[in-house]
Every structure is written in C-alpha cells, then in structure tokens.
C-alpha cells in the first residue's frame, strides 16, 4: 500500500507541476482527484492483474501518466490546444504516419523513451518475481484497486462540472486527467444525438441554367504571410493578387483548427455544420460522419447534376476519408495512390500535380463537374526540409536576422499554390462550360520558431471566389465568414451569377 500511494503522490505532483499553460500549481478541485485517482488505480490494477508484478504496475502507470504530460506539452507548443480524448486515435495514426507526428514530438526523444520502455519493462520482468509466488492472496490488491477506480469514477460522473468544449478553458478548470475523463463522458451522452444536414437546405440553380464546372480548394496550411512578416516579397502571392482583382467575393475565414486537424475545417466547409452543432464530435467530426452521414456539398451538387470528384494525393484511409468521402455524396475519390514519386514536391505529392490532374478532369468532362481538392504539398513538418539556397533571394525582400529555415521552405511551397490557383483559373476561363473556383486555407502553419522571432499571425485564413461568368469590374470588400458558411455563401454567389 505504501508503494502505491507513493505512485500516486508522485503523479499528483507531475500532474501540477507539469503545465503547457504556464500557471501557477493550484489545489486540485474535487472533481480532479476523483478522476485522477480513478483512471490511476485503474490502469494500475489492470497493469497488476496482467504482470502479476506489483512495483512493475506502479511504475508503468506512472511513466505513461509522464508521457502523457509530455505529449500533452508538445501538442500545445506546437497547436495551442491540449491534449485531448480524440488524440488517442493519433498513437496509431503515429504508427502508420510517423513524419506527420514524431518530429514534432522529437525523433530522439521519441527513440530514447521507446528504448527506456523497453529495458526497463525487460528489468522488472526479470528480477520482480510474480505476486502469485510470494502471496496467496495477490489478487485482493489490484481486484481493491479496481472496485475503488469505479467508485471514484461513478462519483466523478455525478459532480463533473459542464463542459465548455473549449479545450484551453476546460483544463484550466479541471486539469487534463478530468478533461479526458470529462469528453469520455460527453461522448457518452452524445452517442444517439443526431445531427443536423444543413447542406440539405442551400441555395440550388434553376432549372434551365447551363451548370458550370466548380472546383474548390482546400490548400494545405495557406495564409498570406506578408503583411505579418512585411521582409517578404508581394511577388510570393502574385497570381492570388491578380485573381483576388477579379474574384466576385473574398475575405477571411475562420477556421476551428490550429496549425493541424485539417479534417476541423473540411467538415465544416462541406457539410456546414458548426462547431456548436457538432458538439463533442467537433474535434474529429469524421469520426461521427461515418455512423451519422449528413448532406453535404457534393451531395447537394450530385442531385442537380453533378459529377462529384474529390482529390486528396495522401492515403484515403486517413480521418477514415475512405469511408466518409462516398458518404458525403462523391462519384470518384483520387487519392494518393493515384500518383508516383515523380509528383512528390519535398515530402508530399506536389500542387502542380494535383493541379495537372485537376485541369485533366476538367478538359474531359462530359458533364458538369464539382471538383474537391484537399492538397498536402505544405503540410508540415517543415523543418524536414533544407531551403534550397537560393530560395531567400526569390521570397525575401532582405533577409532578417533569426530562424528562417521553416518559412523559407513554407514560402517555396506557397509560391507553388499560388502557381496552382493561376493554371486552375485558366482551366476554367479555357472551358467551354465555364466556371468557378473556391479557394481557402485551412489553418496556418506551425511555425513555432518562426512565431516566436517574428510574431504570430491571426488564425484566420484568406478565402476567395473567381468566377467566368461573374467577375469583379471593382475590388470587392473583404468579408469575415466562418467556415461552415462558405459553402453556402459560395452558392449564393453562383445561383445569381449563372442564371438563365
């Protein structure tokens, strides 16, 4: 008993002192420690009850509590978002994704501790001997621990307090043990909620109008750096100037996500659902989708018409797209298999690829054609990547003093999306159909370094709408819309613009 508590101080300790928010360490609430205590003796009895080694079970809940407070810091470093009960899906993303995950966690680190794991899990098995050998009665111990865990759980369900859903807000006020303990029990409670399709319900053509081909774009990690970082060159974003003179609609997007969790935005973007709608589900809405399929953009399109194309060159399997693609309404989904090496661009499939393969549908098309473009080309890791030399020459009006390798290779990839924006326009304005194209970011980059030199730009992103048959003679005002707006205001456009 006295070990165990012993394990328990000592991840109460590591629980306070170690915090991504900078406060000062305060007194648990009492919805804390019974959720803290209860997921503790849990893992410890489980740990016990399967090794049959008591001080191998202390310590292994101890250390896994430490890791999860370090990948907890290392998420909020680089997102500004704690670590939270979605991210366990993650751990297995890691594994079949390592460069999407393990550098920003640390490669050595991330080795050390695997290899610290292991020798230390060999240790204990080899020179602890099993309860069973030493006691008759080595099951009351962790069986106690178990029986008190769901007490202690049970409690903590009835005076959890609500839940803003606001990650940062809710472990300032709980911690990050009750947090998790908190989305676990909200998702709980919201298992048989359905949601709303407000897709279903979005501006459509009159019958008799020529459909026009649409594409739109959700470019990877897009945002425009210059009046952020003013020592860049305008000419980085010469091609989105020159269409943003002639779009019919553009402003700023606001956009739940951070830095990562693309799937936050597309979601939002295609189905029109917000974050209040979706509730606990907002943090992977993919996850829910697939058991609760709503209307969405492309199937709003595909019943007017449309063929529906989605492109993303990464593997479909990731945020589940192979299942929820078809779901959402979409004829064909080309995925990353449908490319080689030789359209790699540094670490992922190019935008010029995607953009060759974009113009190729639209050239062949037989019928109207929705096409949804998801890029990756800018995804990060970023510092993976060594800025060729002579790129600060092309992006830098003069070249500061600090760390620029991150938004040296960010700018060479920007300046191949704004190449992609200019060869999409032509595509459409050379179709005999005509067409338009919707463009937007769907979070900033992460760029921790970068932010902490330079400063740090505002998480909304630019979005635009060019149009053949509808372009600007003046330039239109910038306009503010979330996410799950722009769909719709898309459509609003379109439906005056393409009228009989």
């Known amino acids: 008993m006295l070990a165990v508590l012993s394990g328990i101080m000592l991840s109460a300790v590591m629980g306070v002192l170690i915090n991504p928010l900078g406060e000062r360490p305060k007194v648990p609430s009492a ?17 016990c009850l399967l090794t049959q080694r008591l001080y191998f079970a202390i310590t292994l809940v101890v250390v896994l509590h430490g890791v999860l407070l370090a990948v907890n810091h290392a998420k909020f470093t680089a997102l500004r978002e704690p670590f939270i009960l979605q991210d366990f899906e993650y751990f297995t993303d890691a594994l079949r994704h390592p460069r999407l995950y393990i550098p920003f966690f640390g490669i050595v680190k991330t080795l050390a501790l695997l290899g ?85 319900h979005w501006p459509e053509f009159d019958s008799g109008q020529v459909l026009p081909h649409l ?19 305008p000419s980085v974003m010469q091609h989105w100037d020159r ?40 943090f992977n809405p993919y996850r829910r989708l697939v058991q609760n399929p709503v209307a969405s953009l492309a199937s709003h399109l595909r019943r007017q018409g449309y063929r529906t194309v989605c492109v993303h060159p990464y593997p479909a399997h990731f945020y589940q797209r192979k299942q929820v693609i078809p779901i959402l309404g979409f004829d064909e989904f080309i995925d990353g298999s449908r490319f080689d090496i030789h359209d790699h661009c540094g670490q992922y499939v190019g935008d010029k690829a995607v953009a060759d393969r974009v113009s190729k549908l639209l050239q062949n098309a037989e019928q109207p054609l929705f096409v949804f473009v998801i890029t990756m080309e800018n995804h990060g890791p970023l510092h993976l990547e060594t800025p060729a030399s002579s790129l600060a020459e092309a992006v830098y009006i003069q070249v500061p003093q600090g760390p620029l390798s991150d ?3 960010y700018l060479g990839h920007l300046q191949n999306a704004d190449a992609m924006l200019a060869q999409l326009v032509q595509s459409l304005e050379q179709s005999e159909r005509g067409g338009a194209l919707c463009w937007y970011g769907d979070h900033v980059p992460i760029m921790p370094d970068v932010y902490r030199h330079f400063g740090e730009p505002e998480a909304a992103t630019p979005w635009l709408i060019f149009d053949t048959a509808c372009e600007s003679v003046l330039p239109v005002s910038a306009q503010t819309l979330r996410a799950d707006r722009l769909a719709q205001h898309w459509l609003e456009h379109l439906t005056k613009c393409h009228q009989p």
């Open 407 to 409: 938004l040296s290779v």
């Open 243 to 282: 269409v943003a003179l002639r779009a019919v609609a553009q402003g700023r997007l606001e956009v739940p996500a951070w830095g990562a969790n693309t799937v936050r935005t597309e979601a939002a973007v295609l189905t029109g659902l917000s974050p209040d709608e979706l509730g606990i589900h907002q």
């Open 215 to 233: 594409v739109m774009v959700q470019s990877e990690s897009f945002f425009d750096p210059r009046p952020v970082y003013g020592f860049v060159k």
């Open 31 to 47: 919805y804390a420690l019974c959720s803290g205590l209860a997921w503790w003796l849990a893992f410890f009895a489980v740990g």
């Open 116 to 200: 610290a794991g292991g020798l230390a899990i060999g240790l204990f098995i080899w020179f602890e001997p099993p309860l069973y050998q030493r006691h008759e009665r080595s099951l009351l111990l962790p069986l106690g621990a178990l029986s008190a865990s769901a007490v202690l759980a049970l409690l903590g369900w009835f005076i959890r307090p609500p839940l803003s859903l606001h990650p940062v807000r809710d472990m300032q006020s709980t911690g990050l043990i009750a947090l998790l303990h908190s989305h676990l029990a909200e998702y709980w409670q919201a298992r048989k909620r359905p949601l709303n399709s407000p897709a279903a």
